[in-house]
C-alpha cells in the first residue's frame, strides 16, 4: 500500500492547521472529470493517478482535512508538479489549481523539514540576489572552463542536489545590464522593462534585445533602480509572505521609473507581475512581444534575411499564463527567409519549471529528452523560446547530446537581425 493513501490516524506526525475554508471550497470544484489528465505532463509519463492534476486536487484537499498525514511520499507528489497550468487551461468547471496548489504548499511549508525543502538555503537566496548569483555564475563557469566542476560532480551520489545543480551551470550572457532608471530626453514615450531576480542575471541578452528593439521604435527605455523580483518563486513554493513583501517592492520601484507601461520577456514573470505585483496599479503591463506587433512603427522596421529552419518552442507560462503566441509569430514572420518549425504540442512542457529541472532531474530530464527527440525530427538549425528556464535547461540537454544547436530568445534574434538604427 502507497503510505500516501493511509490514513492520518495511523501516523504520528501531526496534520495540517486549522482547514483553509478557501482551499476546501476551491478543492470541491473539481468534479473528478479527468479531462485534463491527458495534458498532465507529469502524468502522461507513466499514469498514476497521484501524479495527475485531479489525483493532487483530491491530496490538497485530504491534507487539508487531516484525513491524510503529510508523508513524504503526497509531499513528493506535490512536489513534482510543474505547475505548468496546462490542467487548468482545459478545465471546463475553471477549477483554480494554480492558488489550490499555492495555499497547499503554503500550509505545508511550516510542517516541513528545511532539507526536504529542495534547493539549499543559500541557492535559494541567492535566486534573489543577482550581484550574489552573478558570482556563483562566474565560479561555476571558471570551474566548468577547468572541466573541474562536472568532474568533481561525478563524485556525488546520482541523487544528490550539489551535482544536479554542478551539472547545470548555464553560461552567463556576454549583455550588461541595462542601466538604470535616469530621466533623459524621450521621443515616443517612457517604457520600463522588468528585469526580475534570475532573469535579470542570466536573460540580460534579452533585455539588451529587447532595448534595442523599443529604442528602434523611439522609445525611452528604463528600469528599475536595483533589483526586483515578482515574487513567483517564492510564492509557488508557498511562501506566500516573501513574495507579497517583493510585489510591493517591485510595484513601488517601478512606479518610481514614471513609466505608464511595464513589458515583460520572462514568460515565468508575467503571471505574477499582472496578478500581484501591478494589479490595481496606474503602472500597466504588457507581455513584450504583444507590445511590438501591436505598434504601429514595426511594420517600417528592417529585418537582414536569414535563411534558417528555427523550431519554436512554446513555454507552458506562454501559452497558459501569457497567451500571445500570435505576436511571437507575426514578429518572426518579419525576418525574411526565416522558416518557422512548430513542435508537436505535446508534451508542452519542457521540463525546466523554474528551480524544477534541478530539484527533480528525473522527470525534468525525461519531459526534456522527448521535446529534444521532437526537435531534432524537424532539423532546425536554432532554437527558439521565450523563457529563460527553458532556453537553459533545453540548451544543457543539447550540450550533453553534442547537438550544436544555438538557443535564442525571439527577440535576441530579432534584435540581431534589425537593420534600423534608433531614430
Ligand atoms: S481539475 Fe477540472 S478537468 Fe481536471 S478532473 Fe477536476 S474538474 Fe476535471
Ligand atoms: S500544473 Fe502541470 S504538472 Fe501540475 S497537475 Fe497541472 S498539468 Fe500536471
Known amino acids: 500500500m502507497d503510505p500516501m493513501l493511509a490514513p492520518a490516524s495511523t501516523f504520528s506526525a501531526s496534520t495540517l492547521p486549522a482547514p483553509d475554508a478557501r482551499l ?46 503529510p508523508t513524504p511520499s503526497a509531499l513528493l507528489h506535490l512536489d513534482q508538479c510543474l505547475g505548468c497550468l496546462s490542467c487548468q487551461k482545459v ?22 523539514p528545511a532539507a526536504g525543502r529542495g534547493l539549499p538555503d543559500f541557492v ?52 550588461r545590464h541595462l542601466p538604470d532608471a535616469k530621466p533623459t ?52 513554493a508557498g511562501d506566500v509572505a516573501a513574495a507579497a513583501t517583493e510585489a510591493t517592492r517591485t510595484r513601488e520601484a517601478l512606479r518610481a521609473t514614471g513609466a505608464a507601461v ?10 505574477d507581475m499582472r496578478d500581484q505585483v501591478l494589479a490595481g496599479s496606474t503602472t500597466r503591463v504588457a507581455d513584450i512581444h504583444a507590445f511590438l506587433a501591436s505598434d504601429p512603427g514595426f511594420a517600417a522596421l528592417r529585418f537582414k534575411p536569414l535563411a534558417a529552419r528555427a523550431a519554436l518552442h512554446l513555454p507552458c507560462t506562454q501559452v497558459n499564463v501569457v497567451g500571445e503566441v500570435a505576436a511571437i509569430r507575426a514578429l518572426l514572420a518579419r525576418i525574411p527567409e526565416l522558416a518557422i518549425l512548430t513542435l508537436p504540442e505535446q508534451p508542452r512542457c519542457c521540463g525546466a519549471a ?35 528556464g527553458c532556453r537553459i535547461h533545453l540548451g544543457n540537454g543539447l550540450r550533453e547530446r553534442a547537438a550544436h544547436v544555438p538557443v535564442l530568445h525571439p527577440l535576441a534574434l530579432l534584435a540581431q537581425q534589425l537593420e534600423n538604427s534608433p531614430p
Not at 483554480?96 to 505545508?108: F, K, S
Not at 541567492?126 to 577547468?146: D, E, F, K, S
Request: charged share 20%; net charge positive.
Open 185 to 236: 530626453q524621450r521621443t515616443r514615450g517612457r517604457i520600463a522593462l522588468f528585469r526580475g531576480c534570475v532573469a535579470s542575471v542570466y536573460d540580460r541578452d534579452t533585455f539588451a534585445a529587447g532595448q534595442r528593439l523599443l529604442e528602434a521604435l523611439g522609445y525611452e527605455v528604463v528600469a528599475t533602480t536595483g533589483t526586483h523580483c515578482c515574487g513567483a518563486l517564492p510564492r509557488h
Open 124 to 175: 535559494r537566496h541567492a535566486l534573489h540576489n543577482p550581484a550574489r548569483l552573478t558570482a556563483l555564475a562566474r565560479v561555476g563557469a571558471a570551474l566548468h572552463a577547468g572541466r573541474w566542476l562536472p568532474s568533481l560532480a561525478r563524485l556525488l551520489p546520482k541523487t544528490s542536489i550539489w551535482r544536479r545543480l554542478a551539472q547545470t551551470q548555464p553560461a552567463l550572457p556576454r549583455a
Open 354 to 388: 523554474g528551480s524544477y529541472f534541478i530539484e527533480h532531474p528525473d522527470i525534468a530530464d525525461r519531459l526534456r529528452g522527448e521535446k529534444l527527440d521532437q526537435a531534432r525530427t524537424l532539423a532546425p538549425d536554432l532554437l527558439l523560446t521565450t523563457n529563460i
Open 91 to 112: 478545465c471546463p468547471s475553471q477549477v483554480q489549481y494554480d492558488e489550490i496548489l499555492v495555499r497547499t504548499r503554503a500550509a505545508l511549508a511550516e510542517k516541513r
Open 24 to 69: 476546501l471550497a476551491l478543492t470541491d470544484q473539481c468534479v473528478m472529470c479527468g479531462l485534463c489528465l491527458p495534458h498532465c505532463p507529469t502524468y502522461r509519463l507513466d499514469n498514476i493517478e497521484a501524479e495527475s492534476p485531479r489525483g493532487r486536487i483530491a491530496l490538497a484537499r485530504a491534507l487539508a482535512t487531516g484525513a491524510l498525514a
Open 262 to 271: 511595464a513589458l515583460v520577456s520572462a514568460t515565468g514573470c508575467y503571471g
